[in-house]
């Protein structure tokens, strides 16, 4: 009585491993199938970007045009009491938000909250 019982036991596992074989075969088929088609949408996906910057921004233009941070922070800091220090404040503020208010002085909100909100490590208004 011992071996149908036994046999039994081996027909199982051998059941439950096919089982597995097949889960695991089908969870890599569908691995496959979507890394195929994360790679043609990543390739859609390119091919459009192309097209749209073509169309849209006329192929040579940028979406934020390149300012004259030099120019534009001498003439800032022209009366300003410490022009080498001005100048390098406002070169640093002028790269990052890409702004120098008119004038040489005041009229920082032209520039919004990126010129008028950066400080120095001393909590003080870095950008003159």
Request: some cysteine; overall charge positive.
């Amino acid at each position: 009585m011992s071996r149908p019982l036994c046999a039994s036991i081996i027909i199982k596992n051998k059941a439950a491993m096919a089982v597995r074989m097949l889960l695991a075969l089908g969870v890599l088929l569908l691995c496959l199938a979507e890394v195929s088609s994360d790679l043609k949408t990543e390739q859609d996906i390119t091919n459009v970007d192309q097209e749209a910057y073509l169309l849209v921004r006329g192929g040579n233009r940028r979406l934020m045009q390149e300012i004259d941070c030099g120019g534009l922070c001498k003439q800032r800091c022209s009366l300003h009491s410490r022009p080498n220090r001005c100048n390098r404040a406002c070169g640093t503020c002028c790269l990052r938000c890409k702004c120098v208010p008119p004038g040489t002085s005041g009229n920082r909100e032209v520039c919004g909250t990126c010129y008028t909100g950066m400080t120095t490590h001393g909590n003080v208004t870095k950008c003159p």
